[in-house]
Structure formats: structure tokens, C-alpha cells
């Protein structure tokens, strides 16, 4: 099963990616647009795994703080089948910590951490091919910040039900306030 381990969003977050995506899809001439309940914050992507159990017992045992967290402007991946759009992340201490602390737990018992460096972003829409009269600067600006605390993470599971994306929640794990 694909796994990976996330911060999910508050509803007023969900909310403005929400209106951010419907916004980008009204600009584009295709694209694949994130869901409201799909919106999530990546710290490791697993990858495939027969079964969930070495993950969350990493995620239980890893020592990890609550932080606050930030949305940054957002941005895209380019890419040959069109871009991966995203609002960004402010790579705070908090979260650099949190990823660091849980990146090192996987890779003590092998589990595959991603080798790429960690660009926190929230996915909007995927191969996206914008229209050439979007106006991407004023929508960036019409992007309010957004501001929350992480307490908790949780292992999700990614896969294709009904030919919708949907991702399930297969633990939680509440973080320790400081
Ligand atoms: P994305 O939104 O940038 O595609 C579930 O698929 C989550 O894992 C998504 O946040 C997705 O990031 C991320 N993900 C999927 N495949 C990945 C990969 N090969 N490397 C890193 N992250 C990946």
C-alpha cells in the first residue's frame, strides 16, 4: 500500500486552498485539481510497503514537538505534462525539526525516506497547462497567509477508490506541546 506521513489542515486552510484551486482550474485549459478534504502538508513519502506497521511504530515512538506553521506563496513544479501547482510553506525551525527528527526514525529501521530535498508545499492541481490570459499575479495576491499549530501527524494511506484520489487516515499521533 502507498504510505506517507502528513500534517492535515485546519478547515480554514482546506478552505482557502479550496477557493486557490477553484480559482486555478477557472484559469487553466486542464489540469487534475486537489479536492478540499485532500489538502495536506507531505513530511515523508513512503512509497509503496506490504502493511502500515513499521511506519506507525516509527511515527509512535518518534520524539517530535507541536510547532507552529505558515503558508508562503505559492509557486509550481514545471513539468513536461504540464506543472504541479502549489501554495508554499515556510520551512520554519519547528517543521525543518519535526521532518528532521522523523526522517532520521524511518531511516533507522530502512524504511525509504525521499532522497529528494524537502520543498514543503500544499498541491493545488497537477499537470496543470494555464491559460495564457491567467492573471498568476493577482491571484497570488488575493492568497491571504495562513497560520496554524501542528499537534499532531498522521500516517495516511494514498489510493485510487472509485477513480477519485483519496487518502486515509490510518493513524494519529499527538505531538507534545512545549
Ligand atoms: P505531491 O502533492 O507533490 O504530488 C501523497 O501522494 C503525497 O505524497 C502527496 O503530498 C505527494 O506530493 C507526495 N508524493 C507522492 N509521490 C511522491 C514522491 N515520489 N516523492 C515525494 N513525495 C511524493
Redesign the pocket.
Known sequence: M?L?I?VELPEPWKAVLDRAARALAAGSRRGTF?RRENF???LA?L?ELPGPEPALQVLEGVRVSSFPLKSGPPGR?PSRNGD?W?VGVEPSPGLLTAREALAGALDRVGLWM?P?PFRP???LG?QVRIREDFDAAAWAAGLPALTCRVDRLTL?R?QRLQGQ?T?TPLYRRRLRGI
Open positions: 502507498r506517507f502528513a486537489s495536506h502538508l507531505t513519502f512509497g513544479f504541479l502549489w525521499d529528494k508545499h500544499l498541491t497537477r495516511l494514498s484520489l487518502y
